[in-house]
């Protein structure tokens, strides 16, 4: 299974965004060209923290993330004082923000 490959075959004939957040777009097109630095050492099974607001960009990289089979473990700022222990028992690996 691969999101990304299936929002390819959904997408690629359009330039219309499938993501909006506030003034944010995010097309298929954003997807592919996207630097998957951010994600190329996290490989299958690793917990992951990813701390955003869940705009265009942290869903570009949560989709990345499906893709890489990793355990994703979605937080945000609001609850900073608690991520050391929600690492903690989700056994996290890697974090982006």
Known sequence: MSVIKDLQQIWSKSDEAFLIYKNEKLTFKNIIEEDKLKISEISTGDCVALIGDFNTQA???????????????????????????????ACVNWTIE
């Open 59 to 89: 869903i570009n990289i949560f989709l990345r993330l499906i893709d890489t089979n990793a355990i994703i473990v979605p937080l945000t700022k609001d609850t900073k004082n608690q991520h050391e222990i929600f690492f903690e028992i």
